[in-house]
């Protein structure tokens, strides 16, 4: 099975802040991944699909890149309905595997 | 709108079974693979089955391999989960989410709790 891990599991931000998360995977995945913003009592929503596609109707400050096995989600300027938990999820081969979170919180 | 509403959750007992239902609406079931997600409660997320638009293949997790059948039924838009021998730790929110390459439309969940 395909392992990610990511990091950090925690992240304290201020508002206008850069946010970078990332995803390192335990074998080439090409650009199978994809990114997820969760909010509480709420279903996941896709960011960013096939690692650097902005999903339609979220905001561009939304991007994500890719260097071999390491994934990078990045919020440019933080803005305070940016406050949720973000997964990344692998879908390169089954069993698909999501990293373990990343609460994004205000400082 | 693109609509997954999932069903048929709630409180059993260790051992019991369960089916939870999804029901789309608002885009071609027939032509999107489907897969079944749960999240633990404070946990992240698992995904548990896959089946194809057809359902000429399945896929499970290890988890859930011989315990959980996923299945669909094209003609009523509505995807299955069947659940059997129930274990404490199958507690969680149950997501179904559709896919054509990439899981683009979650829907709200169904709460699965297994105790005594």
């Known amino acids: 099975d395909i392992q990610v891990t990511q990091s950090p599991s925690s992240l304290l931000a201020s508002l206008g802040e850069r946010v970078t998360i990332t995803c390192q995977t335990s074998?080439?995945?090409?650009?199978?991944l994809n990114w997820y913003q969760q909010k509480p009592g709420q279903a996941p929503m896709l960011l960013i699909y096939?690692?650097?596609s902005l999903q339609t109707g979220m905001p561009s400050r939304f991007s994500g890149q890719y260097s071999g096995r390491s994934f990078t989600l990045t919020i440019t300027s933080l803005e305070p309905e940016d406050i949720a938990n973000y997964f990344c999820?692998?879908?390169?081969?089954?069993?698909?595997?999501f990293g373990a979170g990343t609460k994004l919180e205000l400082k | 709108e693109v609509q997954l509403v999932e069903s048929g959750g709630g409180l059993v007992k260790p051992g019991s079974s369960l089916k939870l239902s999804c029901v789309a609406s608002?885009?071609?079931?027939?032509?999107?693979?489907m897969h079944w997600i749960r999240q633990a409660p404070k946990k992240g997320l698992e995904w548990i089955a896959l089946?194809?638009?057809?359902?000429?293949?399945?896929y499970y997790a290890d988890s859930v391999k011989g315990r959980f059948t996923i299945s669909r039924d094209n003609s009523k838009n509505t995807l299955y989960l069947e659940m059997n021998s129930l274990r404490s730790e199958d507690t969680a929110m149950y997501y179904c989410?559709?896919?054509?390459?990439?899981?683009?439309?979650w829907g709200q969940g169904a709460s699965v709790t297994v105790s005594s």
């Open positions: 074998q080439s995945i090409s650009n199978n």
């Open positions: 989410a559709r896919t054509l390459g990439v899981m683009d439309a």
């Open positions: 999820l692998q879908h390169y081969s089954a069993p698909h595997t």
């Open positions: 089946i194809y638009y057809d359902s000429s293949n399945k």
């Open positions: 096939y690692a650097t």
């Open positions: 608002g885009f071609t079931f027939s032509s999107y693979g």
